[in-house]
């Protein structure tokens, strides 16, 4: 697109406010009576909380907003909200709280129209963000045919945010929540999908779950904050400088010929690849590079590219806040490698700048339903195992992806109402986007059920460490907590279910997972041996579970021989992009990835 269409089209002149949704001047062209574009026939509405409806008019008009069940044998009577249109043609009116239930019909009017929508649920809504393993559809996920041609399910529901750098309102007129099925659902996030099928199974029966595949594959964490959030620190400044230096000279017409070009290349390298899939099911990946050659990746970037900084804020986040929901999914990381030193600022950042972006304002909710505004629930899937092959682009070191993992599981001790799942078990060793997409959306939603759900005995943790000490010259220990049943599996990253002819208390150095540092910070594998815990019964606080730990058949004593470490100074755990991560417990949780300062006080 040239820089004169781009100065000429109104469309893409946009405004927003902290608080607010993303508005283009086509929007309330006409001053016709419009509903955000996720407001379709078939929405899932947020259970308990108030429900915001919003979108454009004439300004100065008057909204009236009445939501009516359409079985009134088993459902209560209508409720309705009123609100006034804003000078710049936006409005938002605010339902009270309701149960689970429906169906439901909305109507929407103003003194000359009136839009009406029908079969709406009052469920449980999820917002599913992040890049590709999030983005990572059902149907090209592991046993992906047999579970999609399964998925029938009316009341499991998603609407798919279209994936724009930019405003576009032709795709949002387009996009529509869809009712799982065969015919709809492989296109839909496999994480997302086994996390509310999971949902489904574990609550009432009537309980509509809804979810909002709001994600584009290959971006990075800055590319969901807006531009006021990025300048606000030096590690989002840098993200801004970064995309300037690779625009800068070049006009939009040559940026965009250049990402025209890419996009060609890019979708013959897919349709290749998707060629020998089909040919040979169950190919490598190594295989298919050999085959078709390295990925073209990344793409070029251009001034409105969806890949920029601050795009998938501006053109998807704000045209759905503050749609009500239960939480937020996030899957992402893997495109900051390179930057893994700056991804706890930035993802700290996020998580209140999407908190304030979904906060309703004072004036619309009554004090009663103040209470239901609680903090965003946000559950961050930590990053799975992986190593680049030779072939790939080496801008990615071995200690990159063990900081983004810290960096997330520091999120669940700094914030209130975030959480952490690990997935230190999966992986696949050169392949970024592992296959198994049932394992993370699981155990996504066993956090969701226990945080947000009640439901408390569900097992979330897997075997924590306290401090680790030196016991004698030769030994360290490490007692763990969540450790009922605490052994090392016999399986391996990326082979699940490989045999390693080892017993399941005992692995040797460079098989344990666990490496030792003296002075100098040079590490070496040790050797580990598990034992039973049989110290005095405590409560020990917990900053993953924030709650005391009392249990003593819930410890576990680890024995570290130093071997070449004399003067131990740190302990880590599974700290590699790939590498050994064997310890569970009975719960099949895993030990997360940690790194402890030795204490060398005797026990």
Same mark, same amino acid.
């Given at each position: 697109?040239?820089?004169?269409?781009?100065?000429? #089209?109104?469309?893409?002149?946009?405004?927003? /406010?902290?608080? $607010?949704?993303?508005?283009?001047?086509?929007?309330?062209?006409?001053?016709?009576?419009?509903?955000?574009?996720?407001?379709?026939?078939?929405?899932v509405l947020q259970s308990s909380k108030p429900i915001p409806i919003f979108g454009w008019a004439c300004p100065e008009d008057t909204v009236h907003i009445e939501l009516t069940p359409t079985n009134s044998d088993r459902l209560?009577?209508?409720?309705?909200?009123?609100?006034?249109?804003?000078?710049?043609?936006?409005?938002?009116?605010?339902?009270?709280?309701?149960?689970?239930?429906?169906?439901?019909?909305?109507?929407?009017?103003?003194?000359?129209?009136? &839009? #009406?929508?029908?079969?709406?649920?009052?469920?449980?809504?999820?917002?599913?963000?992040?890049?590709?393993?999030?983005?990572?559809?059902?149907?090209?996920?592991?046993?992906?045919?047999?579970?999609?041609?399964?998925?029938? =399910?009316?009341? *499991?529901?998603?609407?798919?945010?279209?994936?724009? $750098?930019?405003?576009?309102?032709?795709?949002?007129?387009?996009?529509?929540?869809?009712?799982?099925?065969?015919?709809?659902?492989?296109? *839909?996030?496999?994480?997302?999908?086994?996390?509310?099928?999971?949902?489904?199974?574990?609550?009432?029966?009537?309980?509509?779950?809804?979810?909002?595949?709001?994600?584009?594959?290959?971006?990075?964490?800055?590319?969901?904050?807006?531009?006021?959030?990025?300048?606000?620190?030096?590690?989002?400044?840098?993200?801004?400088?970064?995309?300037?230096?690779?625009?800068?000279?070049?006009?939009?017409?040559?940026?965009?010929?250049?990402?025209?070009?890419?996009?060609?290349?890019?979708?013959?390298?897919?349709?290749?690849?998707?060629?020998?899939?089909?040919?040979?099911?169950?190919?490598?990946?190594?295989?298919?590079?050999?085959?078709?050659?390295?990925?073209?990746?990344?793409?070029?970037?251009?001034?409105?590219?969806?890949?920029?900084?601050?795009?998938?804020?501006?053109?998807?986040?704000?045209?759905?806040?503050?749609?009500?929901?239960?939480?937020?999914?996030?899957?992402?990381?893997?495109?900051?490698?390179?930057?893994?030193?700056?991804?706890?600022?930035?993802?700290?950042?996020?998580?209140?700048?999407?908190?304030?972006?979904?906060?309703?304002? /004072?004036?619309?909710?009554?004090?009663?339903?103040?209470?239901?505004?609680?903090?965003?629930?946000?559950?961050?899937?930590?990053?799975?195992?992986?190593?680049?092959?030779?072939?790939?682009?080496q801008t990615v070191t071995d200690s990159d992806w063990p900081c983004i993992r810290k960096a997330q599981l520091s999120m669940s001790q700094a914030r209130s109402a975030v959480h952490t799942i690990c997935l230190i078990d999966?992986?696949?060793?050169?392949?970024?986007?592992?296959k198994d997409k049932r394992t993370p959306g699981e155990r996504l939603a066993v956090h969701a059920l226990h945080w947000v759900y009640g439901q408390q005995a569900l097992p979330i943790n897997g075997p924590s460490p306290l401090?680790?000490?030196?016991?004698?010259? &030769?030994?360290?220990?490490?007692?763990?907590?969540?450790?009922?049943?605490?052994?090392?599996?016999?399986?391996?990253?990326?082979?699940?279910?490989?045999?390693?002819?080892?017993?399941?208390?005992?692995?040797?150095?460079?098989?344990?997972?666990?490496?030792?540092?003296?002075?100098?910070?040079?590490?070496?594998?040790?050797?580990?041996?598990?034992?039973?815990?049989?110290?005095?019964?405590?409560?020990?606080?917990?900053?993953?579970?924030?709650?005391?730990?009392?249990?003593? =058949?819930?410890?576990?004593?680890?024995?570290?021989?130093? #071997?070449? &470490?004399?003067?131990?100074?740190?302990?880590?755990?599974?700290?590699?992009?790939?590498?050994?991560?064997?310890?569970? #417990?009975?719960?099949?949780?895993?030990?997360?990835?940690?790194?402890?300062?030795?204490?060398?006080? /005797?026990?």
């Amino acid at each position: 697109m040239t820089e004169k269409a781009l100065t000429t #089209n109104e469309h893409y002149k946009n405004t927003s /406010d902290p608080k $607010g949704w993303k508005v283009s001047a086509t929007d309330f062209n006409h001053h016709k009576l419009q509903l955000a574009a996720i407001f379709t026939d078939g929405a899932v509405l947020q259970s308990s909380k108030p429900i915001p409806i919003f979108g454009w008019a004439c300004p100065e008009d008057t909204v009236h907003i009445e939501l009516t069940p359409t079985n009134s044998d088993r459902l209560s009577g209508s409720i309705s909200a009123t609100c006034r249109v804003e000078t710049g043609g936006k409005w938002l009116g605010v339902l009270p709280p309701c149960h689970s239930g429906g169906p439901y019909s909305l109507s929407v009017r103003t003194e000359k129209e009136c &839009v #009406n929508l029908k079969n709406l649920m009052i469920g449980e809504v999820w917002l599913a963000s992040g890049q590709s393993n999030m983005a990572f559809n059902l149907a090209d996920s592991a046993d992906g045919a047999t579970v999609v041609a399964e998925s029938q =399910d009316p009341l *499991m529901r998603f609407y798919q945010v279209p994936q724009t $750098g930019r405003i576009d309102r032709q795709a949002e007129a387009q996009a529509c929540w869809n009712c799982c099925d065969p015919k709809t659902s492989g296109q *839909m996030s496999a994480v997302a999908y086994y996390f509310a099928h999971t949902l489904r199974k574990s609550l009432s029966s009537k309980t509509a779950v809804g979810i909002i595949d709001c994600y584009i594959g290959g971006t990075s964490i800055a590319v969901w904050l807006d531009q006021e959030t990025l300048r606000f620190c030096p590690e989002g400044q840098e993200y801004l400088d970064r995309f300037s230096r690779t625009v800068s000279g070049r006009t939009d017409e040559e940026l965009e010929s250049q990402a025209e070009s890419w996009q060609s290349s890019f979708d013959s390298w897919n349709k290749r690849v998707s060629g020998i899939r089909q040919a040979y099911p169950g190919i490598s990946d190594e295989e298919i590079t050999s085959a078709c050659g390295q990925c073209p990746w990344p793409p070029p970037m251009t001034r409105h590219s969806k890949y920029r900084p601050t795009g998938a804020f501006s053109s998807m986040l704000e045209r759905i806040a503050p749609y009500a929901l239960a939480g937020i999914l996030w899957y992402q990381g893997e495109e900051d490698g390179p930057f893994s030193s700056t991804y706890q600022t930035l993802l700290g950042l996020l998580i209140d700048r999407w908190r304030l972006l979904w906060q309703l304002p /004072d004036h619309t909710i009554s004090t009663s339903d103040s209470a239901a505004q609680k903090k965003l629930p946000f559950f961050i899937v930590q990053l799975p195992q992986w190593s680049p092959s030779q072939s790939e682009d080496q801008t990615v070191t071995d200690s990159d992806w063990p900081c983004i993992r810290k960096a997330q599981l520091s999120m669940s001790q700094a914030r209130s109402a975030v959480h952490t799942i690990c997935l230190i078990d999966c992986g696949e060793e050169h392949n970024l986007h592992p296959k198994d997409k049932r394992t993370p959306g699981e155990r996504l939603a066993v956090h969701a059920l226990h945080w947000v759900y009640g439901q408390q005995a569900l097992p979330i943790n897997g075997p924590s460490p306290l401090t680790p000490r030196k016991i004698d010259p &030769v030994h360290l220990s490490l007692t763990m907590v969540h450790a009922a049943g605490m052994r090392f599996s016999a399986t391996i990253p990326g082979l699940r279910h490989a045999e390693i002819a080892h017993p399941s208390d005992w692995r040797e150095a460079g098989e344990s997972g666990f490496e030792v540092a003296g002075p100098d910070g040079r590490f070496y594998p040790v050797a580990a041996k598990i034992l039973p815990f049989s110290g005095k019964q405590s409560c020990v606080p917990l900053g993953q579970s924030r709650r005391p730990i009392c249990r003593q =058949d819930d410890r576990r004593i680890i024995i570290l021989p130093l #071997n070449k &470490v004399r003067n131990p100074r740190w302990l880590r755990y599974a700290w590699h992009g790939w590498g050994p991560a064997p310890l569970m #417990n009975d719960a099949d949780l895993p030990a997360p990835p940690f790194f402890k300062a030795i204490s060398v006080a /005797d026990e």
